[in-house]
């Protein structure tokens, strides 16, 4: 078993799709860099914001190793990842990288099914997450981006630093919300064949 440095158990699951995840990845040309092609999923993330009444929202890809916000709306406004603190610092790469252990989008990618957590802290697995210290994120809303081979890409998500009762409602909103965006990127590769 591993630990964090504080002595927490490292709780994030086992992926057993990320090396083919990373290759679509590349495919796709996305999850390495953030440029001028990734605005629209910053607007994307902006509007998950605003939809879901949120300070913090995210298309988070995935690879073996770390997540890639390709898309990033902070409470500053700013779509910087200094926004989100230590956390995604922790990885070493720069603002919009994060440790693969740190966060719940690695859960929601494993199990292919939208995460619904109203209060992070009322879930032992959850609440030892880094990102309740390093960030003080309370609430999660988050969903799988499947796309059309079936490979789980990454995910949209909404969080909050209080605790919050997404309810039927809100599940039903990140999973609409995901739908949309796997058909932005199934256009966006289309464009590009």
């Known amino acids: 078993m591993t630990r964090y440095a504080t002595g927490r158990l490292l709780l994030t699951p086992v992926d057993p799709d990320g090396v083919a995840r990373a290759q679509r990845l590349r495919s ?34 995935i690879d073996e190793n770390r997540q890639f916000f390709a898309g990033l709306h902070t409470p500053a406004g700013t779509q910087s990842g200094s926004d989100l603190g230590a956390a995604a610092a922790g990885s070493g790469r720069g603002g919009r990288h994060m440790a693969r252990d740190h966060g719940y989008c690695p859960h929601v990618l494993v199990r292919r ?7 992070v802290c009322d879930y032992p697995r959850f609440a030892g997450n880094p990102v309740v210290d390093d960030i003080g994120i309370r609430s999660y809303l988050g969903a799988p981006l499947i ?47």
């Open 28 to 61: 796709l040309d996305l999850g390495e860099r953030a440029d001028a092609s990734f605005e629209s999923f910053d607007a994307f993330a902006a509007r998950v914001a605003q939809v879901t009444a949120t300070p913090f929202s995210m298309v988070n890809f």
């Open 113 to 119: 099914k939208a995460l619904v957590l109203e209060d």
């Open 147 to 193: 796309d059309r081979t079936g490979i789980a890409l990454g995910t949209v998500c909404a969080v909050d630093t209080v605790p919050r009762p997404w309810g039927r409602a809100g599940l039903d909103t990140i999973k609409s919300l995901a739908q949309e965006l796997v058909g932005h990127i199934d256009r966006r590769e289309r464009r590009r064949s």
